[in-house]
Structure formats: C-alpha cells, structure tokens
C-alpha cells in the first residue's frame, strides 16, 4: 500500500473488509461501494467516497474525484482508524457485545 495513491473497493457484498481499514491506517483515501460493513467505515465526504453497487460511472467519478487530490481524506480515515477501531476499542467493543449476550454487565 506503501505505492499507492487511493484505495478502490467495489464489492457487491462485504462483512467487515480489512482492506478499507488497512487503507485508512496508511492514509490512504477510499473509493469503495456502499455495501454492509464498508458504510460504517468510510464517512462520505470526510474520509472517502462510497458509491452504490453495480454502477461502474459513479465509482469511475468517485475514483476521478479521489485521484484529484484527496490526501486531506487519507489524514481523515487515519485519525478514524487510530479512534474507532484501535484494538483497545474493539476489545471494550467485544467485551460489551459478549457480555450481553452471556447477561452478565460489563466493567
């Protein structure tokens, strides 16, 4: 990721990608679609673009735009990543969620 410019990620279908989130932690704007999982990920106007699946002209729009100069939103999803999704968080996140599901309450 080092070489590149943007991230492209044009799923149809997606959990969470990792891909997105490896962008971000490189800086890296996205261009990905807006598919479960991705939607959370990348915030539209701040941190990259997300297009509807399965239409090639916005995301060639999208990419043009991006390619345009967008390091602004690679700085954006960085700090998003180191917020949201450090492992401190995710672990709270997954303590939280396990936790409920078992009925105990989380410390």
């Not at 679609?33 to 916005?58: F, H, S």
Request: aromatic content about 6%; charged content about 25%.
């Amino acid at each position: 990721m080092k070489a590149a410019d943007l991230l492209v990620h044009a799923s149809h279908w997606e959990g969470m990608p990792n891909v997105v989130l490896e962008a971000m932690a490189a800086g890296l704007p996205v261009v990905a679609t807006a598919v479960e999982g991705t939607d959370e990920l990348v915030v539209p106007g701040r941190t990259g673009w997300l297009v509807p699946p399965r239409e090639p002209r916005a995301l060639a729009s999208a990419v043009v735009a991006a390619a345009s100069g967008a390091r602004g939103q690679g700085r954006a999803g960085r700090r998003r990543g180191e917020e949201e999704y450090s492992i401190r968080r995710m672990v709270a996140r997954y303590e939280r969620l396990w936790s409920g599901v078992l009925g105990f309450e989380a410390g």
